[in-house]
């Protein structure tokens, strides 16, 4: 079996030699650029376990809609956000 001269000098794939942190980079600087819908609204995800002298009681859930999983605790379960945050206020039965 012979190969062509044009497939030995073929470019590599898109991506090839890419490491994953670069990948990873690009995608958050494209939604950076392009806004996220908390963004929008001026909200930002912050880790309660990076504050360590906060002592964290959730009051409600966000974006159940989405969620992968289930939270059987009582709290309101918005659909997106409160309406006082721009959203639409609809809320989902536990």
Same mark, same amino acid.
């Given at each position: 079996?012979?190969? $062509?001269?044009? $497939? /030995?000098? @073929? ?8 490491? !994953?942190?670069?990948?990873?980079? /690009? +995608? +958050?600087?494209? !939604?950076? !650029? ?6 929008? !609204? ?6 309660? @376990? ?14 159940? @809609? ?5 939270? /059987? ?19 989902? @039965?536990?």
């Amino acid at each position: 079996m012979s190969t $062509s001269a044009s $497939s /030995r000098s @073929a470019a590599p794939p898109a991506g090839a030699g890419q490491s !994953r942190q670069s990948s990873l980079d /690009r +995608r +958050r600087l494209a !939604r950076a !650029r392009e806004g996220s819908e908390k963004g929008e !609204r001026g909200l930002v995800d912050v880790f309660a @376990a990076t504050l360590p002298t906060l002592k964290f009681i959730p009051g409600v859930h966000v974006n159940y @809609a989405e969620t992968v999983l289930p939270m /059987r605790d009582g709290l309101p379960k918005f659909k997106d956000f409160p309406v006082d945050f721009g959203g639409s206020g609809g809320q989902i @039965a536990e």
